[in-house]
Every structure is written in structure tokens, then in C-alpha cells.
């Protein structure tokens, strides 16, 4: 295609940007960018009563979050009523549409008529003689084609047939001279120079009445490519029960930016086998050809498997800032004590991460207070006879040794014990690893040393030597 590229994101700001709206973003970002097009934002906002500002600022939070720039400023559809306006205006003149002077309450009336006698509705004054119109409010009517059909060529779908029967004439201009949403979308696109529409299936239907308006202004049709819509695990339509939270949820959650879009990459588009997908990657792979025509079922199994992946890529500094407030949550906030142990920790911890909000989880051990409080099934292996004995041998081996820098070295000086007391590692690995971590789940006993450093350790285990 020589014209070049440019896509759209259309959310209406009722919400918060949930995970189908990212979805849509992503893909039409990843086209544009990836073809050195344009990715555009607007903000279909002509729903006055349910306009919501916060949305909005969710919305491009949200985005941003993501990864996801776009070209120039948001563009607000209702400033551009007197646009769309205009184009309702030439419709009118051109014979493509017609003043309907029917009532609300008429109109339900004559649809209701039609529902019981199996006939399309069809407005009266669809051909009338405007000599006999009333002086009353009236609307606008776009005048659909009666015969044939309208054939959409979508790049997902494929070939999609619309008996033009079955398309009722639609409102254009309402009585108070606001616009309705299929008018709107047509003028916004090709004003904006969108060659490609990608967007939920739901919207498929809008798509032949968008075509016959594009026509009858005698504008180009954008490439239209209609994505099969998310469910939820169960199969079922996604909710807020299984699954369909706002970006900022997931992020709240624990997710990365990088984690959350690299599955909601693999959500109805595939690239042979390849599961971990880069953005450099994505940039150069992505294509309409290779989405699905089924929905995509959102596995929160899988998102949690991306997800980790992303987090043990992180360097220990940014994976400790970032999971940082996490903890802090559940522990209070940290000293610089408990920072150096952190740091420490993170490449143990990152390993046993699939979110930051496993972090607190993960850093339990670091954060217990000596002397630690042992009891229960944790304190069993405290109370054997051996365990004294054990814990001054261990003590000693760690007081002695050379080199506090390594988990390794560290695991080396217990190996080297066990085998001087004739002992298994386990045998001195429990009592041990009771008096380090007062039961909390923690990495080995070579990384539970190392991350809380010879200060603190020697002392966890003083405090439970007689």
C-alpha cells in the first residue's frame, strides 16, 4: 500500500481502559508503528450524560502505562459535532438521507408494528412529499440502498455479505441536532486520514452502515479488520468476575507493562510457537493475517507464566524499586537495613516472583524483627535434642568463614559441616533455617545467608544458641 499508514483508538470515556479496549490499542499500534504509520487517539466523548473526565485520564494513564504513544493530541469527537454536521448536511442535499418527522413515541409504535408483521421498519416519510411536513422537530435519516447487498472485505473476517434489507434506515442527526455514532465515526476517520479500522467484532454490523455511508459521500472505505472479542476462562463473555479489569487493576496486581502486553499480544494473534515476544519483535511481526477468527480466552495461568518471565529480567535495582511499594504495603516502610537485604535478595526473589505482589511473600524472612517469634510446626526442629548443638557447629563454620559474598561459598561452608558431623544437610539444614526465618517460606539456606548478610545472620542463629 503506498498511502501510508495510519490507525485509530476510539474508547468512549465512560470507564476505565480495560484490558479488551488495551488489546485493541496494542494491535493498532503495533500496525502502525511497525509499518512507520501513524497511531492516532480519539476520544469518542458525544455521549454527554456519560462523559466521565477520570476516564479519560484513566484512559491515557493507562496507555501510557502500557507502553502506547500516539501521534498529536487526543482528538474529542463531540468538538467536532459541527463537522459531522456538515456531512449530514450534504447527505440531505444529495438525496442520501431525509428529514424523518416521526416522534419517539411514534417511531417505537411503527417498530413495534413491524416486529409483529416479520417487516423491516421503514420510515414514512422515507419518500414523502415535504410539502405535507409538519412544523416540528424532525431528524435525519441516512437512505439506505433497498436491494442487493453491502459486502464488507474484512482483513480478519474475510468476505462479510449484509442483505441491504435487513438495514434499516438510521439516524444521522438527531432532533436536537447532536450527531449518532455511526455518522460521527465515518467523518472522524476519513478526516483523520485512517486507511485501517481495527476494532472488537462487535462492531461488525457498524461496519456495512459505515460502508454505505463512506460510499454514498463518495470517500475511500479504510481497510476494516474486526478482532474476535476476550472471554473469560470459563468460555463466557469477559466481566469483572473473570477477568475484565482496568489496565491500572493489573497493575495494581503486580504486572509489568511488559508482561501484561506481551500476553495481551499472544490474545488472538500468534506467531508460530513463540510465547515470550518482544516488543523490537512485535514491532516487526505483527500482522492482520495472523489473527484469529476465534475468541481468545484470557488464562490467567499463562499471564502469570509471561509475567514472571519479565520480572527475572529485571536488573536487581529496578526489581526491588518496583516491588519496593508492594511491601511496604503489608510491612511498613523500610529502612536501609532491610533496603541492603533486598538488594541482596533480589535475584532469589525474582525467581520465585510471577508478580510484585508476591514480592512481600517472597522478602517475608528479611523483614522479621529478632528476635524472631517461632512457634508451632515451625519451632519443631528448635526443640530436638541435637538442635544446640547443631546451631553453635553452624554458627562457628559461618563466624569462620572467608567469603560472605557468594550464596554459593556460603552453602559450600554447610556441605562441609554436615559432612565433618557426619550429618545430612537436612539434619542441619532445619534447625537452621528455623532459627534464619522463623518458618517464613524463603529461597536455600546458602541465598537466606547471603541475603541477610553475616551481621544478621550470626545473630538470628545467637538468639537461638543457650
Given amino acids: 500500500m503506498s498511502q501510508a499508514v495510519v490507525t485509530r483508538f476510539a474508547p468512549s470515556p465512560t470507564g476505565f481502559l480495560h484490558i479488551g479496549g488495551a488489546r485493541t490499542a496494542l494491535f493498532n499500534w503495533l500496525y502502525a508503528r511497525g509499518r512507520g504509520g501513524k497511531f492516532l487517539l480519539r476520544i469518542e466523548d458525544t455521549d454527554r ?19 502506547i504513544d500516539w501521534d498529536g493530541e487526543p482528538v474529542s469527537q463531540y ?36 416486529r409483529e408483521s416479520g417487516t423491516p421498519f421503514e420510515s414514512p416519510w422515507r419518500d414523502a412529499d415535504l410539502a405535507d411536513a409538519p412544523d416540528t422537530p ?26 441491504n434489507s435487513a438495514l434499516d434506515d438510521l439516524i444521522i442527526l438527531r432532533s436536537d441536532g447532536s450527531p449518532t455514532y455511526n455518522l460521527a465515526v465515518v467523518v472522524d476517520d476519513h478526516d483523520m486520514d485512517v486507511t485501517h479500522v481495527i476494532r472488537g467484532d462487535d462492531h461488525l454490523n457498524n461496519a456495512a452502515r459505515q460502508q454505505q455511508i463512506y460510499d454514498a459521500l463518495d470517500w475511500p472505505v479504510p481497510v476494516f479488520a474486526h478482532v474476535p472479542l476476550i472471554h473469560g476462562q470459563d468460555g463466557a463473555k469477559l466481566s469483572k ?51 484469529n477468527k476465534a475468541p481468545a480466552r484470557l488464562d490467567l495461568e499463562k499471564l502469570n507464566h509471561v509475567n514472571a518471565h519479565y520480572i527475572r529480567k529485571l536488573d536487581d535495582k529496578d526489581f526491588v524499586d518496583k516491588a519496593t511499594p508492594f511491601i511496604e504495603t503489608s510491612a511498613g516502610r523500610l529502612d536501609g537495613a532491610i533496603h541492603a537485604r533486598l538488594m541482596r535478595a533480589a ?56 567469603n560472605w559474598d557468594s550464596a554459593l561459598a556460603l552453602e559450600t561452608v554447610l556441605q562441609e559441616l554436615a559432612a565433618h558431623q557426619k550429618m545430612s544437610f537436612g539434619q542441619i539444614g532445619q534447625p537452621l533455617r528455623a532459627a534464619l526465618t522463623g518458618g517464613a517460606s524463603a529461597p536455600s539456606l546458602g541465598e537466606v545467608l547471603f541475603s541477610l548478610g553475616r551481621e544478621e545472620s550470626l545473630s538470628r542463629i545467637g538468639d537461638h544458641v543457650m
Fill in 49 to 67: 450524560a456519560r462523559h466521565n473526565t477520570q476516564a479519560v485520564d484513566a484512559i491515557l494513564n493507562g496507555l501510557t502505562w502500557l507502553g
Fill in 79 to 114: 468538538a467536532r459535532q459541527e463537522r459531522h454536521i456538515e456531512a449530514a448536511q450534504t447527505l440531505l442535499k444529495s438525496g442520501r438521507a431525509y428529514r424523518c418527522y416521526l416522534s419517539p413515541d411514534a417511531i417505537e409504535t411503527a417498530r413495534l408494528q413491524s
Fill in 138 to 163: 424532525y431528524s435525519i435519516r441516512f437512505k439506505a440502498p433497498r436491494e442487493g447487498e453491502t459486502i464488507v472485505n474484512d482483513a480478519v473476517q474475510g468476505q462479510v455479505r449484509f442483505p
Fill in 241 to 291: 468476575r473473570n477477568g475484565a479489569l482496568g489496565v491500572q487493576s493489573y497493575r495494581d496486581l503486580g504486572y509489568l507493562p511488559e508482561g501484561l502486553a506481551n500476553y495481551l499480544l499472544r490474545l488472538g494473534w500468534s506467531h508460530g510457537d513463540d510465547e515470550i515476544i518482544t516488543q523490537e519483535e512485535a514491532l516487526g511481526w505483527f500482522d492482520l493475517t495472523a489473527i
Fill in 347 to 402: 535475584p532469589f526473589m525474582k525467581a520465585r516472583c510471577e508478580t510484585l505482589k508476591g514480592a512481600p511473600d517472597a522478602a517475608a524472612f528479611l523483614l522479621t524483627c529478632r528476635p524472631l517469634q517461632i512457634s508451632g510446626k515451625a519451632a519443631k526442629p528448635l526443640r530436638k535434642d541435637t538442635a544446640q548443638e547443631t546451631l553453635r557447629a553452624a554458627q562457628k563454620a559461618l563466624s569462620l568463614a572467608s
